[in-house]
């Protein structure tokens, strides 16, 4: 059964910090890794990681995919507390089908 | 220019009662996904929509729910006889390409609540 792991469920950081946040997964037929950011109903975009070791960066976040060790780890640098929010890892199936298997997500909290 | 629009943005049903969800994709957009969120749970896949080939329903959690496609276009999510675990959030995303090649974007969601 396809499955995707993220660690820890939670998280409460102070402005200024430093997170990383996991994501494992065991899926057929990977195709590409994807992160989200959820604060109210709809996730918004951040990255896809298709090759393995290449980072991806955008601002304060990036993130970087190990396909030997089958995970992913998306780093926050200098945290604000807009960065508050549900950050769900999503594995892309290749194959006929297009969906994404999500995990339950991270639930980063950022104090001022 | 607007993005994925779902309709209603929440609704409040009465067990064993059926419900439509709907789904605006953004046009020209041939890949249309629906999921659920429960509550502390990660995002479910429901079903999968490409162009006008058959759709993928092996993420539906039973025969009480069924989807259509019209016009490759406007998509319809029904669940009849509603039951209280169905509550949920009710997410559609669209992509340009099909079979995973694109980035989904997510409509604002349909919040059901089973009373």
């Known amino acids: 059964e396809d499955k995707v792991v993220q660690s820890p469920l939670s998280l409460v950081v102070h402005e200024g910090d430093t997170v990383t946040l996991n994501c494992s997964y065991e899926?057929?037929?990977?195709?590409?890794l994807l992160w989200y950011k959820q604060e109210k109903k709809a996730p918004t975009f951040l990255f896809m990681l298709?090759?393995?070791?290449i980072e991806k960066k955008s601002g304060r976040l990036s993130s970087i995919l190990d396909k030997k060790e089958l995970s992913s780890i998306l780093n926050i640098t200098a945290t604000q507390t807009g960065d508050s929010a549900i950050y769900l890892c999503?594995?892309?199936?290749?194959?006929?089908?297009?969906?994404?298997?999500f995990g339950k997500g991270t639930k980063l909290s950022v104090k001022p | 220019g607007a993005g994925v629009s779902q309709s209603p943005s929440n609704k409040v049903t009465e067990k064993g009662k059926d419900v439509e969800l709907r789904c605006d994709p953004i046009s020209g957009h041939t890949a249309l996904y629906w999921y659920r969120q429960s509550l502390g749970q990660g995002l479910e896949f429901l079903i999968y929509?490409?162009?006008?080939?058959?759709?993928?329903k092996s993420g539906l959690p039973s025969d009480r729910f069924s989807a259509e496609r019209t016009g490759g276009s406007v998509s319809t999510l029904t669940i009849q006889r509603t039951q209280q675990e169905d509550s949920a959030v009710y997410l559609c995303?669209?992509?340009?390409?099909?079979?995973?090649?694109?980035?989904?974007?997510f409509g604002p969601g349909t919040r059901l609540t089973v009373l």
């Open positions: 298709t090759s393995s070791g």
């Open positions: 899926v057929t037929n990977f195709r590409s």
């Open positions: 999503a594995v892309l199936k290749g194959g006929s089908q297009g969906n994404l298997i």
């Open positions: 995303a669209s992509s340009s390409l099909g079979q995973g090649l694109g980035e989904q974007f």
């Open positions: 929509f490409q162009g006008n080939s058959a759709p993928d």
